[in-house]
Structure formats: structure tokens, C-alpha cells
């Protein structure tokens, strides 16, 4: 499957709903349920990291000079929700928009075959926008209630 020409414009949005969101929070919105665990701020904290896999991919990849992905098991969420809880939400919206601007900007800029080849292994490591609008979508749809 090629490489979606869109990928820039789709995680730059993303990054900008990110930043629209924090921008209108209190701390007490911060705090709100987002499924049985989660809370907003875990949602932001999760994205950071997930975005940061992504970041440690690309370096790999460049370093390397092929496909070199970082694998993670997916029972990472549930091993370090615990950390994350201790994350002050304010910190958690500083680092979710943070790390989705340096890997939106790393994205932008990287060696177009290789991302093609992170592209047809993943879309997701890529197209950020997939992920992220996910839970942006959890979080919202959690706050109207």
C-alpha cells in the first residue's frame, strides 16, 4: 500500500486538535473517566508515548539505514498506566504536544524510502493521526458526559 500523501497534513491536525483541546481543559476536566481507567490526562500522557515509540523507530531507522522498528508489546499500556497516573496533568498536555510536534517535524523530514518501508510495515507509525484522533475522539465523547 503506498505511502499516503496526506500523512503531514493529517498529523499536523492532529497535533493541532491536541493543542485545542489542552487549551480549553481545567483541572478538572483533566481528571474525567475516559473508559474504565483512563482519564484525560492518561489519554494525553499515552499518546506522548506512543508518539515517542514512533520517534525511537525513526532514529533507529536512520541510524541503521533500513527498517529497524522498535517492538512493544501491547501489555505496555496496562504495565505502565500506573506511571503514568503520577504524571500532573498539566505535564501530561506539555508532553503529548511536545512529542507529537518533534515527531510531526521528524516525519517531515525524513528519508522518503524508508518511510515508505515503515509506511507498508505499520501506516500507524506514520500517519499519527490514526492513533491520536482515536483517543481524541475517547476524550471528548468522555467529556460531553
Known sequence: MPLDPKYNQL????????????????????????????TVA????????????????????????????????????????????TVPAKDAVKLAIETAEKLDNQLENFPKDLLEEMYEHNKRLVVRALHRNEHLDEVEAALKN
Open 42 to 85: 492518561i489519554a494525553l500522557v499515552h499518546l506522548a508515548f506512543w508518539d515517542r515509540r514512533v520517534l525511537a523507530t525513526l532514529e533507529e531507522t536512520a541510524k541503521n539505514k533500513k527498517l529497524s522498528v522498535i517492538e512493544v508489546e501491547t501489555v505496555v499500556n496496562d504495565l505502565s498506566l500506573p506511571i503514568w497516573e
Open 11 to 38: 498529523n499536523r491536525e492532529s497535533t493541532e486538535r491536541i493543542k485545542k483541546l489542552a487549551a480549553s481543559l481545567t483541572d478538572e476536566q483533566m481528571q474525567t473517566k475516559v473508559g474504565e481507567h483512563w
